[in-house]
């Protein structure tokens, strides 16, 4: 919801991938004036090179808040309440996380709506769900953000390693969303 929310204000929204030093080359390349991440980083590149910073960042909601005449609440009224779980991390080696998103990916393939920019990522009607290889480690990366509150449950109810009936379960509630956002 929140691209559709900015594109209907006029702006020109992107997917790309995690990790802050990757949206700031991407942001220099398409001459973005904003960008933000689900850890919580947000750089802006309106006045400077790209760049996050806590203290910015706080410095130019204040600058926004006193040009307007809404309060924060009020400028956030409208937007829906979600879940959103923590990163879930799942041991991986090193040598085969990218090749257990690869062979996931391949399962849904042509079945159900994917987005591959950054691992996989399947949209939901009021939310989605991502598998990664992360960056840093040997994990897989797990995030899941809805509207529902149903899928945090359905998640802990999931569990923790071993690895294997997690990443099956985990596979399972994904196809499940995924099939039921196309429809099927």
């Not at 990757?22 to 933000?36: D, F, P, T, V």
């Not at 006193?66 to 309440?81: F, R, Y």
């Not at 090749?99 to 990916?105: F, G, K």
């Not at 499940?176 to 099927?184: N, S």
Request: with cysteine; net charge neutral; glycine share 8%.
């Amino acid at each position: 919801r929140l691209f559709e929310d900015l594109r209907r204000r006029g702006a020109r929204v992107l997917m790309w991938k995690t990790g802050h030093s990757l949206i700031k080359a991407k942001m220099q390349e398409e001459r973005a004036l904003l960008a933000g991440e689900l850890a919580g980083h947000i750089c802006f590149g309106d006045r400077f090179l790209p760049f996050d910073d806590a203290v910015y960042v706080g410095a130019r909601l204040l600058e926004i808040l006193a040009a307007g005449k809404e309060s924060v609440s009020e400028l956030l009224a409208d937007l829906p309440m979600v879940f959103s779980t923590p990163e879930i991390r799942v041991f991986c080696p090193e040598h085969c996380k990218f090749e257990v998103v690869r062979r996931v990916r391949e399962s849904f393939e042509g079945r159900i709506p994917l987005s591959d920019v950054d691992g996989l990522r399947v949209e939901f009607p009021d939310g989605w769900g991502l598998l990664r290889a992360s960056n840093t480690q040997p994990a897989l990366v797990l995030r899941f953000l809805d509207e529902d509150s149903s899928l945090w449950e359905n998640l802990r109810v999931v569990g923790a390693p071993p690895p294997g009936p997690f990443l099956q379960a985990l596979a399972q509630l994904l196809w499940e969303r995924g099939k039921k956002a196309a429809g099927l």
